[in-house]
């Protein structure tokens, strides 16, 4: 049984786009992002996945609106719905979803990241 | 689909230990609860749970440890493991557990909340 430090874990690494889990509830896995720039159009075809913003600004484009969101500020992106994540500047993010869940969702990108990386 | 500011919704009520749902995850629920003084021992048997702090100080005294909490920080209580929550001064934490689950687990107590309350 751990306690976290969100800034101490985010302070672990730099690269943008690579989910890291920081922990596991049952079988969903609480992980960190940073983010800048913009991410590919995809879909979770069989989960909702949670966005909390823990430091910056970050955009969710869905097909037909944009929602912005800021620290201390969340979303659900309901399974299936289209999304595609952005960020002016740098944004760091918590995400919540169900164990495996892969980041570019049905979308096989060079931002895929790898799976499962834990710090 | 709805964004959801944190300190918007803790604005809403002003009562302790009586976790109030703000989104759903899946199956899984997120709420936002007040704390102060001591909550009772309990735990939950079936599930995991989520303790992140959103502002203040708490504590989670275990059998063998306490862990101390502040704004920024969270800890996973495994299932099955005894804990009581506390807070000197007034604590702003998010939970997260599957839908359903009684703030006091197997415990009936007058802190026993109602559940699915949402805000």
Not at 7 to 12: A, G, N, P, Y
Not at 32 to 48: A, C, P, R, S, Y
Not at 92 to 103: A, C, D, Q, T, Y
Request: hydrophobic residues 40%.
């Amino acid at each position: 049984m751990n306690k976290i430090n969100l800034e101490e874990k985010l302070s672990l690494f730099s690269e943008h786009w690579t989910p890291k889990i920081i922990e596991e509830l049952n079988d969903y896995q609480i992980k960190l992002v940073k983010i800048q720039g913009e991410f590919v159009w995809h879909e979770h075809e069989n989960t909702d996945e949670l966005f909390l913003v823990i430091e910056g600004k970050m955009k969710i484009e869905f097909e037909d609106h944009t929602m912005n969101l800021e620290a201390g500020e969340m979303c659900v992106v309901p399974k299936g719905v289209r999304h595609k994540p952005m960020a002016d500047n740098e944004c760091k993010v918590m995400l919540i979803e169900p164990r495996g869940v892969i980041n570019t969702g049905e979308v096989k990108d060079n931002l895929t990241a790898e799976n499962d990386v834990w710090i």
